[in-house]
Each structure stands twice: as structure tokens, then as C-alpha cells.
């Protein structure tokens, strides 16, 4: 079954010209990863052009976006694309948006929360779990790295913590 799922690969910071460019924050491994698509949002997108600014962003052309006036519109929209249209990984490899939602239990069995976000500040990926609520309050959170001895097995279904990284802050 094709996995549909909006991925967001990159956002519209603003108007790049008078004839409708647009400037991109990209969220993806640079430019390369957008040149793959054509088109964006349920194809309500067609790219035309696309170059790297030279400051990790980067400079697109839609057929659908004529002036500056609609250019400056478009500012905050996040471009996406569906799951299955993404390249296959290797072993070991994941994307962010397969690893959000899932159930994370520990190696000892118990349910710990949900993976809500990916973050990495540069020396890897990290993990935000959140506890289940109690009471009507949210549940705590607690970061966890995505190595292997912090979470030996993840798949579509899960995410295994080691016992000794699912404290809470």
C-alpha cells in the first residue's frame, strides 16, 4: 500500500523577485533533495526552477505563481510531498516523519510514551518521548539519543528504549 503522507521538505520564507520567485528554507539534505520533485502540496505546486542561494537555502520558480504579489503570499507555506515519493533508505536509515507517533516501550516491556519530535543539534539525532497524560495534564517529556545503545530496535510498529535512558527531566 502507497504511504501518502505529507512530508514537508522545505518552507517559503518570502518574495526572491518582481516575476514570482520565491526564497526556501530547506528542511531536507540541501537542494538536491527538491530537484527529485516536480511538484508540491497535491501538485498544486509545479516547479519550475530551483538553485542553491548560497546560504543553505534556495531560490525556486513555480509555474503557478506569476508576480511578487502572489509570491509574497505564499510566505510561510510549507512545500510537501507524499512518503512513497521519497528515495528508499538503507539499512539502519530513517526519516524523521516515520519515527513521529510511534509508541516507544523500554527493553524491561514497559509502554513509555510517543515519539513527538526529532531534533539534532549537531552531534546526532534525539528523540522527544512524551508520557502519556495523567489526570488530564500532559505527560512529561524526556530526550533520548538514537544510537544504539539509547535504542537498540525501532521498525514501522515501535521504538525499543534501553530501561536507563527513559528518565524523565
Known amino acids: 500500500m502507497a504511504d501518502t503522507r505529507p512530508v514537508t521538505l522545505a518552507a517559503i520564507?518570502?518574495?526572491?523577485?518582481?516575476?514570482?520567485?520565491?526564497?526556501?528554507?530547506?528542511?531536507?539534505?540541501?537542494?538536491?533533495?527538491?530537484?527529485?520533485?516536480?511538484?508540491?502540496?497535491?501538485?498544486?505546486?509545479?516547479?519550475?526552477?530551483?538553485?542553491?542561494?548560497?546560504?543553505?537555502?534556495?531560490?525556486?520558480?513555480?509555474?503557478?505563481?506569476?508576480?511578487?504579489?502572489?509570491?509574497?503570499?505564499?510566505?510561510?507555506?510549507?512545500?510537501?510531498?507524499?512518503?512513497?515519493t521519497l528515495p528508499a533508505l538503507a539499512e539502519g536509515e530513517y526519516y524523521y516523519t516515520d519515527l513521529l507517533g510511534l509508541p516507544a516501550i523500554s527493553t524491561d516491556g514497559e509502554a513509555l510514551g510517543t515519539c513527538i519530535a526529532v531534533e539534532n543539534f549537531g552531534a546526532g539525532d534525539v528523540l522527544e518521548i512524551q508520557r502519556a497524560s495523567v489526570d488530564g495534564k500532559p505527560g512529561k517529556k524526556f530526550m533520548v539519543p538514537m544510537r544504539a545503545e539509547a535504542v537498540p530496535e525501532w521498525d514501522s510498529e515501535r521504538l525499543v528504549i534501553t530501561a536507563a535512558f527513559a528518565v524523565e527531566d
Open 13 to 84: 520564507t518570502g518574495a526572491h523577485s518582481l516575476t514570482g520567485e520565491v526564497r526556501l528554507k530547506l528542511f531536507g539534505e540541501g537542494v538536491a533533495s527538491l530537484k527529485r520533485h516536480r511538484a508540491f502540496n497535491d501538485s498544486t505546486l509545479t516547479l519550475e526552477k530551483l538553485k542553491d542561494d548560497g546560504k543553505g537555502g534556495a531560490i525556486a520558480r513555480f509555474a503557478e505563481v506569476a508576480d511578487r504579489t502572489a509570491a509574497e503570499k505564499l510566505r510561510g507555506t510549507a512545500l510537501t510531498v507524499p512518503r512513497d
